[in-house]
């Protein structure tokens, strides 16, 4: 267990819709990072946190947004969805910048 | 610029056989290096990393890996395979600070009775 929870495990939704994932850091980490992992394009980094400000962007299409709250934990909105959107997200934490902790992860199908 | 290759999509071997992944990198600072296992329905879990110092690192699960700067490469190793092995193995690579991190693309380890 690595500390970083994501809820939730599973999504089902439909082209068109708009879905929130969500993040909390392992305690004491600063910095969140969202992954999306899908089998054409593998792992690719979306986007960093740290302290509630956006620090890097990776990937991450107009159509997706995140923010990092108050008490460190995340959310990652997706919106106008498409069937390419399925994928596994996942949400990793850091704190020394060095080495990051990765949730569970969600896995997200677009229908 | 950075990026992470991975030779191999799959690697078979057979349980005790030695176990050897195969990482090459490119950056243009110097390296942190890390090796993720992820079994199946599952997140990413730190097997060993490279900061700096002992280019030799040993890492969970009876893993090593060794930095060799000349080769820009950070081969995984594990002297005898078990069949709790089988996963997929991410190389990644980052530099220090705030850079992001690259994976490869991952090397599935299959492992024979």
């Known amino acids: 267990d690595s500390g970083v929870t994501q809820t939730p495990k599973h999504l089902i939704t439909a082209t068109g819709q708009r879905v929130t994932l969500r993040c909390s850091p392992r305690?004491?980490?600063?910095?969140v990072y969202w992954y999306q992992q899908s089998l054409d394009q593998g792992l690719q980094f979306l986007i960093q946190?740290?302290?509630?400000?956006?620090?890097a962007k990776g990937n991450i299409l107009e159509r997706f947004s995140a923010q990092q709250f108050p008490d460190l934990h995340s959310e990652l909105n997706l919106s106008s969805l498409e069937l390419g959107d399925s994928a596994l997200y996942f949400c990793?934490?850091?704190?020394?910048?060095?080495?990051?902790?990765f949730g569970p992860g969600t896995r997200l199908l677009v229908l | 610029a950075q990026s992470v290759t991975q030779l191999g999509s799959h690697v078979s071997v057979s349980e005790g056989a030695l176990v050897l992944l195969r990482c090459n990198y490119s950056?243009?600072?110097?390296?942190?290096l890390f090796w993720y296992v992820q079994y199946p329905n599952q997140g990413l879990q730190l097997l060993l990393k490279?900061?700096?110092?002992?280019?030799l690192v040993k890492g969970i699960n009876g893993f090593e890996a060794e930095f060799k700067k000349s080769e820009t490469s950070f081969h995984l190793t594990k002297p005898s395979a078990h069949m709790s092995d089988a996963a997929e193995y991410f190389c990644?690579?980052?530099?220090?600070?705030?850079?992001?991190?690259?994976f490869g693309k991952g090397t599935m380890l299959l492992v024979s009775p």
């Open positions: 990644a690579v980052k530099g220090a600070g705030y850079s992001t991190l690259t």
């Open positions: 950056s243009s600072v110097p390296p942190y």
């Open positions: 990793a934490s850091s704190d020394s910048l060095e080495t990051q902790y």
């Open positions: 946190y740290y302290n509630g400000e956006e620090r």
């Open positions: 490279y900061t700096t110092g002992a280019t």
């Open positions: 305690s004491g980490d600063l910095s």
